[in-house]
């Protein structure tokens, strides 16, 4: 699936964009959402944002935007809770590789922010995460839908 181009048809906006390359760490991606999907936005009275992650080892939330240590604390917590020492069976692409996917499918790869007068109805103190779970740094490709 090509990253870039926006598709629109019934008053619906749909677009492939990628995000930064980063390795392990949770980021705040608000701003990289709003710049790729502006065009959507503005035509958008009331709507629903819809964001799905093409990938299965990294993850889409929604959390506090305001202390980074905030997003320090959010990767110790998953790090405790799924740990890599585990006895993972599927470590072809590396130690971190089960252990990825597993942290992907609690945290989750879809989200849903309702939109009004072509703005994120996000709270004061709300943004947008990417939460990479893989070491090596990666690229990763979501996929807007606005309706």
């Known amino acids: ?10 008053g619906k906006y749909q677009k492939v964009f990628s995000l930064p390359r980063q390795s392990k ?3 705040l991606i608000t701003k990289d959402v709003v710049s790729n ?17 093409l990938h299965t080892s990294a993850a889409l939330s ?7 240590d905030v997003r320090t604390d959010m990767s110790r917590f998953l ?16 130690a971190d590789d089960s252990v990825s996917h597993s942290k992907s499918s609690i945290v989750g790869v879809s989200l849903n922010i309702p939109i009004r007068d072509g703005k994120l ?9 990417l939460m990479e779970f893989r ?4 690229v990763r490709k979501v996929v807007a839908t606005i309706m």
């Open 37 to 53: 999907i502006e065009d959507g936005l503005k035509k958008t009275k009331i709507g629903m944002l819809n964001l799905f992650m």
């Open 62 to 68: 929604i959390n506090e935007n305001y202390d980074p």
């Open 25 to 27: 760490g949770v980021y």
């Open 135 to 138: 070491d090596i740094p990666h």
């Open 1 to 10: 699936m090509a990253s870039g181009d926006a598709y629109e048809a019934d």
């Open 121 to 129: 109805l996000l709270g004061t103190w709300q943004g947008i995460y």
């Open 79 to 94: 790090d405790n809770l799924v740990p890599e020492s585990f006895d993972w069976d599927h470590v072809d692409e590396g």
